[in-house]
């Protein structure tokens, strides 16, 4: 027979963690929001809405704020980060609108299923962290 896993009790959570956790909330939620402004603004692109000048330099400086932040992100939560490292290798994918437009559609749809699956990592670490400090408050 097994023996039973005891419950592992450290006591309560140092107060410098507790805070890095509690930014990486709100730096989360900012970054998932503008994630996904960084998808509709090349799904758009795909579909057929203009690339200008103007909308691709606004695209490329968004994509170096999503760069930007997920650096700060992976240095910030480490193991915490589920699936972190695939970000930068779809970051590669959407070198720009014009290419993204003129995509053909087999390829945009995996480029779309990679960032759907980078969404749904960003979703469960975010509950992840949410759940720890939960945790906290609760012992």
Known sequence: MAAKKKKQTNGPMDPKKREILEESV???????????????????????????????RKFLKMKSEVARQHQYLFEQLGENYIGGIVLTDFLRTTV?????????????????KHWHEIYMNLEDTLVSIQFKLDQEDQS
């Open 26 to 56: 709100q730096t989360l939620t900012e970054f998932i929001e503008k994630f996904k402004q960084f998808y509709w603004t090349f799904r758009r692109a795909f579909l057929g809405d203009p690339v200008t000048t103007d909308l691709e």
């Open 96 to 112: 720009n609108l014009e290419k993204i437009s003129k995509t053909q559609d087999t390829n945009y749809y995996k480029v779309e």
